[in-house]
């Protein structure tokens, strides 16, 4: 950092992540953060979610963090859940899975079953 500019630029930034991360939204994008989580990359996951979320506007979509969600072998894992809707929850995520379906799933409502757990997946 050189100039107050580009420290004002930073704080706009998280502020905004931060506004993405709280509040009463009606969707919800939570990424499993616990340490087998971040182990396995769910880092850029949430950052990814939490950016593409920033950048096109979606004021209705939080984008937030647990702990362990128990599938560890999964990971990194995203559960997203709507109002009125079944919870989709997305496994083997990385920041290019996730820009995905932030742009199919909380866009324009397509879910990528192909990311998805299913009762085939966990008989494995």
Avoid: W
């Avoid at 894992?77 to 995520?93: A, D, L």
């Amino acid at each position: 950092m050189k100039t107050l500019a580009e420290l004002q630029a930073i704080k706009e930034k998280m502020v905004g992540q931060m506004n993405v991360r709280e509040g009463d939204k009606s969707v919800r994008v939570v990424v499993g953060m616990a340490t087998c989580g971040i182990a396995a990359g769910a880092r850029p996951v949430l950052q990814t979610f939490s950016e593409v979320v920033q950048k096109n506007n979606l004021s209705d979509v939080a984008v937030t963090q647990t702990g362990c969600i128990g599938l560890c072998q999964f990971e990194p894992i995203v559960e997203i859940t709507k109002p009125g809707e079944e919870k989709v929850t997305y496994i083997n995520m990385d920041a290019d899975k996730a820009r995905e379906v932030a742009e199919q799933h909380l866009m324009r409502g397509i879910i990528i079953a192909e990311y998805t757990v299913n009762n085939s997946t966990l008989v494995k």
